[in-house]
C-alpha cells in the first residue's frame, strides 16, 4: 500500500487519493422522482409549514381561513393514499399522516375539481390552465379565493347592530319572519339578513358593482355577524357559502299581515275568536297547576262547539275545560296567529304525556304555562303590532323587551 502521507504531500486528486488507501466508494444511486411525486411532497410541505407556524394540523371549517381548509382537505387526501406513508416518511416528523385508516383512492379525487369543491368553491373556471392541486406555490384560484373570503374582524361599531340582531330574532320566534332555503331568490342587498354558518348576518353595506376577473358582475360588502364580528366578502364569496351550506338561510322581510287586514286572503275567516281555555283535569299535576295552564286556540265558529266533548278528546286532556278568555277578531289569518303564539310561549308548552281513550300515550299541544294575564298582552300587542319587541321569559312568567 502507498504511504499515505507521501500521497498527501504530492497533492492527488480524490480518486487517487481513496485508490491509494484501498477504499472503494460504491456509485451514488440517482433517484428520480415522478411530477406526481414531486406535487405530493410540494404539497405537503404546506402543510408541514402550516404545522410548524401554528403548532397543530390544519382544520376544517367554513370560517377558517382559504388555506387552511385547503391544507386540511389535502392532508385527508394525503392520508388515503396507500403510496404516501413510504414516499414522505421521511418527511413526516411530526407524525400528521398516522392514525388514519389508508384506502384506496382514485388519482381523480386530487384533482383540481375535487379540492375545490370541498372548499365550497365550485364554479368552472374561465381559466382551464388554472391547476391548483397540491402546488407548492399559491394558485391564481388560491389568490382569488383569499380576496374574495375575507376574514372575519371585530366590529368595532357593533353596538349598532346588536339592537338589530335582537329584534330579527325576535321576529324570528313569533313568527314575523321565517327562513327560506337560499337558492330560489339569489338576490343580495343591503338590508338583507341571512344564516350561514350557523350564524345570522347582516348585509349593512353594498358597495358598487365591479368586474371580476372574470368580467362577471360583483360588488364588495361589509357584513356584520351576530357574533360581533364582520367581514368585507365579495358578493358572490357569500352567494357560494350559502349555496355549501346545508343549513344556509334567507330571512323573509318583516310582515305581521295578514293577522289583521282588510282583504281577505288564503287561510282567512272574516271573523274569528281567540279562546283561552283552563282544564278541569284531575291528573295531579293539572291540578296542580290549573292557574297557570292554558290552551290557546283560534276558530272561526262558535267556541262552545269547538270544545263540545272535550272530555273524549285527548287534545282536551280528556276532560271538561271552562273558557276563561275570549277576543273577537276581524280578517284575521288563523294559521299565522296560531303560529306566533306557538313561537311566542313556545318555551312554555305544557310537556305532558296522557294516555287517550284505547290507552295510547297522546302529548297535547296547544296546553302553555302561562298567566292569563300575560295571554292577555300578548293578544294586545298583536292587535298594535309590538308583539315584534318582546319575548316570553318563562322565569319570570313575563313578556320582556
Known sequence: MADTSTALSTGMDDDALLDALGIEVAPLKVFSRTPREERIIAGFKDILRFHQANGRVPLHGEGRDIFERLYAVRLDQLRKLPEVQTLLAGLDGPGLLSGVAATQVEVSELDEDALLAELGIGDKLADQNDITVLRHVRSSVEKRAAEEIADRTPCVDFDKFQPLFEQVERELKVGVRITLRFGRDTSIASGNYFIVGGLLAYVAELGENIKSAYGRNDARLRVIYANGTE???????????????????????????????????????????????????????????????????????????????????????????????????????????????????????????????????????????????????????????SITEVIYDPKTALLVG
Open 231 to 385: 367581514s368585507n366578502l365579495l358578493r358572490r364569496s357569500l352567494e357560494r357559502a350559502l349555496y355549501k351550506d346545508e343549513t344556509g338561510r334567507r330571512l323573509t322581510e318583516p310582515d305581521m299581515g295578514p293577522l289583521f287586514g282588510d282583504a281577505l286572503e288564503p287561510d282567512d275567516i272574516e271573523t274569528g275568536t281567540i279562546y283561552v281555555l283552563r282544564s278541569l283535569s284531575s291528573h295531579p299535576f293539572v291540578a296542580e297547576h290549573r292557574e297557570l295552564i292554558h290552551k290557546i286556540g283560534v276558530t272561526g265558529g262558535k267556541v262552545e262547539s269547538r270544545i263540545a266533548g272535550a272530555e273524549k278528546d285527548a287534545t282536551y286532556l280528556l276532560a271538561d275545560v271552562e273558557v276563561v278568555a275570549t277576543y273577537k277578531l276581524q280578517n284575521l289569518n288563523r294559521i299565522r296567529l296560531e303560529n306566533v303564539f306557538h313561537r311566542l310561549f313556545g318555551a312554555a308548552q305544557l310537556d305532558l304525556t296522557i294516555e287517550d281513550r284505547f290507552g295510547n300515550p297522546v302529548k297535547p299541544r296547544e296546553w302553555f304555562l302561562v298567566p292569563l294575564h300575560v295571554i292577555d298582552e300578548a293578544v294586545q300587542r298583536i292587535r298594535d303590532g
